[in-house]
């Protein structure tokens, strides 16, 4: 039950976040918007470096770093599209649908999926 407090701290940032996105894409870019929003991450994401090691990474992962990199932005900037021209309430319940969405991509890509128990695991 230790994750408990992490699980609502992370919806009360997300869905903060996402409230100021929508207050300040009124006034500005989308592209700007973007930028602020992934940059206030970096410098907790660069203090994580003085107590994780950094692992030895082959040439795929950074393969997949570059083929995923363009995806992820095109989704963000959708996404704050998405917040500007729609209310909240009927743009964020969409994001329920993610996990079907990571649960049937490796169905289709690679045959891997959950079996018994651990899609029950998932469906909760």
Known sequence: ???L???LLTALS???ADALSKRALRHTDDLVVAWVREG???PFLLAAFLFVPMPRLDPTFWL???SMLPIEIVALL???KA???SPLSLTIPFLALSPSSSYFSPLSFSGNGLT???FWGYFL
């Open 1 to 3: 039950m230790h994750w």
């Open 5 to 7: 407090p992490f699980a």
């Open 14 to 16: 997300l869905s903060t």
């Open 40 to 42: 206030y991450a970096l």
């Open 64 to 66: 997949a770093v570059a």
């Open 78 to 80: 959708l996404y704050l």
């Open 83 to 85: 917040i500007r021209l």
């Open 116 to 118: 018994g128990p651990g």
